[in-house]
């Protein structure tokens, strides 16, 4: 699984918790099956320009807002790889592995 494809899940799943949405909810919202949703949720499934705005629509949420959250949660990911890479370079015979 990318972590792109993860982290989307996860902000469209936070988000929707955070309103008290069920899946159910948000499908008939979006238009979109349940299961797919649930599959992007999960990270299963890559979500395409046109699911992702109808699920931010469908979670009243401007889309812009939901990939700034995803490019944080990135942001994240890649500074702790920069630094195991720094660790790495420091002490190469110490043996460091990414979450």
């Not at 599959?39 to 979500?47: D, F, H, L, S, T």
């Amino acid at each position: 699984m990318t972590a792109m494809r993860q982290h989307v899940g996860e902000v469209l799943r936070a988000r929707r918790v955070s309103q008290g949405l069920t899946l159910r909810d948000v499908s008939g919202k979006a238009r979109v099956s349940l299961g797919y949703i649930s599959e992007v949720e999960r990270g299963q499934k890559e979500a395409s320009s046109e699911l992702l705005a109808a699920l931010a629509a469908a979670l009243e949420v401007p889309l812009s807002k939901v990939l700034l959250d995803v490019s944080a949660l990135l942001e994240i990911d890649e500074a702790t790889v920069e630094q195991i890479a720094s660790i790495s370079s420091i002490a190469p015979d110490v043996s460091v592995s990414a979450a």
